[in-house]
């Protein structure tokens, strides 16, 4: 019981870092709407979940290799209610968090 208990305080603060790593673009990034869904050519998330109207589209660099001399990113667009399937790996590289999945 107690381990349960402090891994959803756990993933209860990691879900707070988040928010706050990702709070300007929640703040700003519009809704998706018919227009920006019909002008989009590529229609979901990294997860492979559709993306739907009503939903905000975030933007972070996911690290998808690392080699001696470099590290290789990939832009992804994710949801708040993606947070889980990720850490954060560097506060921002040009205004986007830097993510890694959650092993």
Not at 4 to 29: A, G, H, P, S, Y
Not at 66 to 94: S, V
Request: with cysteine.
């Amino acid at each position: 019981m107690f381990k349960n208990k402090t891994l959803k305080i756990k993933i209860k603060r990691e879900q707070n870092i988040m928010r706050e790593l990702f709070k300007n673009q929640i703040e700003e990034n519009k809704i998706v709407d018919n227009e920006m869904l019909s002008k989009m050519d590529y229609k979901f998330y990294e997860n492979g979940n559709p993306i739907q109207l009503g939903d905000k589209i975030l933007f972070a660099l996911l690290e998808t290799d690392k080699t001696e001399k470099e590290l290789i990113y990939k832009l992804i667009g994710l949801t708040e209610e993606q947070f889980d399937f990720f850490i954060c790996e560097k506060p921002d590289i040009a205004y986007f968090p830097v993510l890694k999945y959650r092993i």
